[in-house]
């Protein structure tokens, strides 16, 4: 295993020619990390000291699994199959930052990946230390936990990507698709399009997961997941429409002007109502997840709204194109990888809206890829 966290590494100093070896020795030691604490679920299923729940958790991961291929025509190879019991409460903390008056997400550029809106860390305070080296340049910065990521298929051949103990206590509808999503990104990626990849990743992930819970589901597990998906899509509509206002402020007369005396009061003024609106909404909710947005609604600043654009902007497309292929998933899949190998951002943003009658809007972050500050 350590020889391959160094094959890593310095594949990534060749591909990059970067000298920030800490970031990319970090990066590879922290996967194989991962890697190192994964062990089939048969063995995890076989183990008497295993708790009863994660064994019933882990079968119905499997089940899931199956699924995955056999409906939604993911593929099928060793990727979450393993599980491994990471104890702590990420798989890696993502950091995103974007300038005071813009949501466009300062980019970094890395190997296989492209340049992408994020920079992550296996340890929370690496995550926190970076925060605050952005926060000197003068950006807005967020840090957030991510429970899962993908390796794109490429370590199949090492076992895949494992199932984490950073998700397996999700509700059934959630673990369905955060499988769903990850397996996605092992079907098609463009490298330095971030807003297309989880876009189209989530589309996946909400259709496949609709169907999951129709067909395979029982009925408790129906209800506790409308009401988890209730609070988050009446949360993503305020976030967008809140994208949408501080759009329009970055985009008025007075900022380009350059009057950012006044811009910051339009600013100020569209986060209050953002504040305003997230606390009449929250008023309507019960249960345990009540407050889960609250700590979000606090920190709240362009970093977060402009990374929460790149997994949201781009679905209604995606699923529109689904209905448009017959709801056919290889079908589907084929016509996502006619666009993506189109050269650049505005032509795939192009061929969605020509193949869905949906306006694209420029509230998403654009991935920069001359501006990537690695």
Not at 99 to 106: E, I
Not at 231 to 250: I, K, P, S, W
Not at 276 to 299: C, F, H, I, M, S
Request: aromatic residues 12%; neutral net charge; contains cysteine.
């Amino acid at each position: 295993m350590r020889a391959l966290a160094a094959l890593a590494l310095a594949g990534s100093v060749l591909l990059t020619g970067c000298a920030d070896l800490g970031y990319y020795w970090q990066s590879a030691s922290g996967h194989i990390g991962i890697m190192r604490a994964a062990k089939p679920v048969p063995e995890w299923l076989a183990d008497p000291a295993v708790s009863a729940a994660l064994k019933t958790k882990l079968e119905l991961t499997q089940r899931i699994r199956r699924f995955a291929s056999a409906e939604l025509g993911l593929p099928d190879n060793p990727s979450y199959k393993s599980y491994a019991d990471l104890h702590r409460a990420a798989a890696v903390w993502n950091v995103v930052a974007a300038p005071p008056y813009s949501l466009t997400l300062k980019s970094w550029c890395f190997p296989v990946a492209g340049c992408v809106g994020y920079r992550g860390y296996y340890d929370e305070a690496a995550a926190k230390a970076e925060a605050e080296a952005q926060k000197k340049e003068g950006m807005e910065v967020a840090v957030y936990p991510v429970p899962a990521y993908s390796t794109l298929g490429w370590m199949n051949w090492a076992g895949g990507d494992p199932l984490l103990s950073t998700f397996i206590g999700y509700p059934e509808g959630e673990l369905a698709r955060i499988v769903f999503h990850e397996l996605a990104h092992q079907v098609l990626y463009v490298p330095g399009d971030t807003v297309f990849n989880e876009s189209y990743a989530t589309a996946v992930e909400r259709i496949g997961g609709a169907m999951w819970l129709q067909r395979e589901a029982g009925e408790p597990a129906r209800r506790e997941y409308a009401q988890f998906d209730a609070q988050r899509q009446g949360f993503r509509a305020l976030a967008l429409d809140t994208r949408r206002a501080l759009t329009q402020v970055y985009e008025s007369p007075e900022a380009k002007a350059k009057d950012w005396a006044k811009v910051d009061v339009m600013k100020q003024a569209a986060m209050a109502d953002f504040r305003e609106r997230y606390a009449k909404l929250k008023a309507g909710w019960t249960g345990p997840r009540q407050n889960a947005y609250d700590g979000w609604v606090a920190r709240a600043n362009n970093a977060a709204f402009g990374a929460q654009g790149a997994y949201d902007d781009l679905v209604p497309s995606f699923e529109q194109l689904f209905e448009r292929e017959g709801r056919d998933w290889p079908r589907f899949y084929t016509e996502v990888k006619r666009i993506a190998a189109l050269s650049t951002t505005d032509e795939r943003r192009s061929a969605l809206q020509a193949a869905t009658g949906i306006l694209q809007t420029r509230s998403s972050p654009k991935d920069n890829k001359e501006d990537h500050g690695a």
